[in-house]
């Protein structure tokens, strides 16, 4: 193609093409420093239960302040974390990070509070038994040491079924609960994960988004629904952005979910949303259940 072309247009594609590969050094670079000096942050989003309109869990999410370019979201980078290994040692942070806030949350909600915090892992943390090391690495004593839950997508799982299945086992014996994230989109069928310990599955934004607009989408969520319920596997909605979205989702029996209509991921997580009356959660004014009983 290059060559027909001619000459200035593949100088200028490998121009094009030299500016990347020196973009990707120069942030491979950057991000071999990140961990060291303690750039990455965790953002949190919380996860409302349908039933009464209380916050029980929270996701947490990667952030990357990054000294020049501000602050990033995981799509700037950890594509390249994972390519060079570097999201091993971003991940035993997040692990150690996680189990923190966790720590200092159980302090002062109480050990009963039953507050859980998700965390999000990638394709080589479930590789080679890494995962299992980080988690008998920093899980703490006490009731914290059972709160966290691991989010694997759909898509990592049936790529490797055989290594998920053992390390999902594994870890449930840890006491770390599993979620399956982005569901839906994948080729799996809950079916297909029948014999994993799953905690719950997470309906992928896409269908989400497509609520109230497309009956498509409402049969999937609903065909969803109705497998998580036969094998007592939970249904997290994620990317609610309004009220209709929210509407149908606890008409089809949703357990739980997340997205901007209900909180933004933010620097911290006020604990206040546990309580019985989550007044700055926008619900709708004639949901059922939303001030509790
Ligand atoms: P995810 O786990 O599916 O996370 C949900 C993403 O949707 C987050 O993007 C979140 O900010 C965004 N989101 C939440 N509510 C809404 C909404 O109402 N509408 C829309 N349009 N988006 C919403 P974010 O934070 O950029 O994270 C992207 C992905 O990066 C995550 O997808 C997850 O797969 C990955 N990720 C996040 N944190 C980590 C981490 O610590 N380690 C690894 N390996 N991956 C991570
Ligand atoms: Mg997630
Ligand atoms: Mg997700
Ligand atoms: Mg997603």
Redesign the pocket.
Known sequence: RAKEGGKARSEVFDERMQAQAVDALQTTDDLSRAVAEGQFR??Y?PIVDLRDGRVRGV?????WQHPRRGLL???AF?PL??RTGL?LD??RW?FTEAWRTLETWYAEAGPDCGLTLS????AR?LANGELLDVVADTQPAGPAGNALLV?V?EELLVADARAGFSTLHALAMMGVRVGV??FGRGISSLAHLQTMPIDHV?V??SF??GLGRHAQDEAVVAGIVGMARSMGVGVVA????NAEQLDILRRLGCDSA?????G??APTFDLDLLGPRPTRLVLPADGPGVDGP
């Open positions: 965790l953002h989003q996701e947490a999410l990667l952030r979201t995981p799509e950890v974390a994972e999201i971003i991940g997040v965390v999000n892992i990638s943390q989010e997508t994230d982005d997470k992928d934004r989400v988004a994620e990317g609610v952005e997340q997205g901007y209509l209900l933004f991921p």
